[in-house]
Structures are given as C-alpha cells and as structure tokens.
C-alpha cells in the first residue's frame, strides 16, 4: 500500500507499519510501499517506536511522505570509563 492510502486511512494518526519497499536518495531512505498494522495511540507512540521489530516503524500520517533521515557519520563518540581502560 502507498504511503498516501495509509494516510487517507488513518488521518492525523500514529501507525505501525511494516516496511516492504523503499529506495535511497542520498541520505534518505524514501518509503514507497507499506502495509499498516494498526493505528497507535498518541500516548504509546513514543513507547511503541523503540519496541517495533525490525522492517516496521511507527510514524505519523500528518507527514506527507514518508522518509528517514540515514545517519552514516554519527557525531556522537562514547567515551571508555575509567574501568575499561
């Protein structure tokens, strides 16, 4: 399903959705099929989105395409402790 049906089927909405197709523009991911699993309340989405498996996401259907911004070059460095050394 397009990323427009879904939205047209849950307006203004948090969905879970499994990824089946996409394609990359640069350091996008750009999704182009999905098939929705269920719609998510407003109060567990940010629960839900960091237990979803992996090829689904939890998005929001206000968001007119659906894209993921790819990190390639983290900035962020994870310093050893004391211990570790």
């Given at each position: 399903m397009k990323w427009q049906e879904v939205r047209e089927?849950?307006?203004d909405q948090?969905?879970?959705v499994s990824i089946l197709n996409y394609h990359e523009e640069g350091n996008k991911k750009i999704i182009d099929e999905v098939?929705?699993?269920?719609?998510?309340s407003e109060q567990d989405a940010n629960k839900e989105f960091f237990q979803v498996e992996p090829g689904s996401l939890v998005y929001h259907t206000s968001n007119q395409d659906f894209v993921i911004h790819l990190r390639r070059d983290p900035l962020i460095r994870v310093r050893r402790s004391k211990d570790e050394n």
């Open positions: 089927l849950f307006p948090f969905v879970l098939a929705p699993i269920r719609s998510i």
